[in-house]
């Protein structure tokens, strides 16, 4: 079983619909992150979370929002859905080593369409 | 923060070293050089990070410059799997652990 799983891969909505992306890890870690990527471009953080209680944002939280529900489950809900946030989305899950940041394991993504 | 260039592509013939550059003039001297590599939209896969020393793992070598400005990522005999986009990151500065991540290197790898 994969280590990082987000469901649903695939998703197509409308304007205005809310959204909900679910990302669950088995790999044990408290830091958990929300990215989207667009067409050629690199990924760009949304919300990170370094455990249970702390959640923060990232460079482009705005029409975004998270839930940690425990230590494995990490939600980013789109509240009124826009064509612009067509992307793909992942998750990823990290765990400190030392002084740097331990290596991001990621999610295979979820592929978000926005009519 | 710092910041990354990389070439938009490369090619590298099949059993080859592919040598993938990468130039962070800005860097700070606690900052980290991170290689991750996407392949076809998947979820990025980390590769190897270092700081100041040279470093080798199963998939490859980090060879940091010794003024730390430029860094180059050796995949020692590159196989069509190793078709992939790779980025080169550096970390912030800040206690917030973030990678800022560039386009990276559409890295091509022909028969």
């Known amino acids: 079983d994969a280590d990082v799983t987000q469901t649903p891969r695939n998703r197509i909505t409308k304007t205005g619909k809310r959204i909900m992306l679910e990302c669950s890890q088995t790999k044990g870690h408290d830091r958990m992150y929300w990215y989207r990527q667009d067409p050629g471009l690199g990924l760009r953080l949304i919300y990170y979370s370094f455990d249970v209680k702390d959640i923060n944002k990232g460079e482009i939280s705005d029409g975004y929002s998270v839930s940690r529900q425990a230590q494995a489950k990490f939600s980013l809900s789109l509240e009124s859905a826009i064509p612009n946030q067509t992307a793909l989305y992942f998750c990823?899950?990290?765990?400190?080593?030392?002084?740097?940041?331990?290596?991001?394991?990621f999610g295979p993504g979820t592929r978000l369409t926005v009519l | 923060d710092a910041k990354t260039t990389q070439p938009p592509s490369m090619d590298c013939a099949e059993g080859r070293a592919a040598n993938l550059p990468c130039n962070h003039s800005t860097i700070s001297g606690n900052e980290y050089v991170y290689w991750y590599r996407q392949i076809h939209s998947q979820g990025p896969q980390y590769i190897i990070h270092g700081l100041k020393n040279n470093e080798t793992n199963e998939m490859a070598s980090l060879i940091i410059t010794e003024d730390r400005k430029s860094s180059t990522l050796i995949l020692p005999h590159a196989t069509l799997r190793d078709t992939a986009v790779y980025y080169c990151?550096?970390?912030?500065?800040?206690?917030?652990?973030?990678?800022?991540w560039g386009a990276g290197t559409k890295l091509i790898i022909k028969p």
């Open positions: 990151i550096v970390r912030v500065q800040d206690s917030n652990y973030q990678l800022i």
């Open positions: 990823a899950t990290s765990d400190l080593l030392g002084q740097g940041v331990g290596e991001q394991f």
